[in-house]
C-alpha cells in the first residue's frame, strides 16, 4: 500500500511541476490589446487581430475568425492555432507595433515582403 501511495504521490507531483513550468515565459501583458493590420490583407481585407490577456486570442479576417493561443519567449509573440501552424510575430514600438512572419519557417526578423505589420488600436485584452 505504501509503494501505491508513493507511485501515485509521485505522479501528482511531476504533473503539478509539469504544469507550473508549461505556465512559464515572460509577461503577455505589455502586448494584449487589439491591433489592426497596416495595410489590408493582400489587397483585400485588414486582419483584426486581439491578444488577450489569458494568452487566448483571434485573429478575423473577411468575416472568418480564427481562434489560437499565445505566448512570449525571448521577445518574440508565439501564436499556436488549433490545426498546428505557428506564427512569430516580432513587436517593435514597445508593442505599439507587431510584424508577423508569415512564411511558415523561422527567421531572426521578418522577411520583406512576407510579414504583416499590425498597429495596436486599443490597451488591454
Request: glycine share 16%; hydrophobic share 35%; aromatic share 10%.
Amino acid at each position: 500500500m505504501n509503494k501505491n501511495f508513493l507511485t501515485v504521490t509521485a505522479v501528482l507531483g511531476l504533473i503539478m511541476v509539469g504544469l507550473v513550468l508549461g505556465g512559464c515565459g515572460e509577461s503577455r501583458s505589455q502586448f494584449a490589446g487589439a491591433y489592426k493590420s497596416v495595410e489590408p490583407f493582400g489587397g483585400k481585407d485588414y486582419i483584426d487581430l486581439d491578444l488577450q490577456d489569458n494568452g487566448k486570442g483571434t485573429w478575423t479576417l473577411a468575416g472568418k475568425t480564427v481562434e489560437f493561443t499565445w505566448v512570449v519567449n525571448e521577445g518574440k509573440i508565439f501564436i499556436y492555432t488549433k490545426p498546428g501552424a505557428i506564427l512569430v510575430v516580432t513587436p517593435s514600438e514597445e508593442g505599439k507595433m507587431l510584424s508577423a512572419d508569415m512564411t511558415g519557417d523561422w527567421h531572426p526578423g521578418c522577411p520583406p515582403g512576407s510579414c504583416v505589420n499590425f498597429k495596436r488600436v486599443k490597451d488591454g485584452g
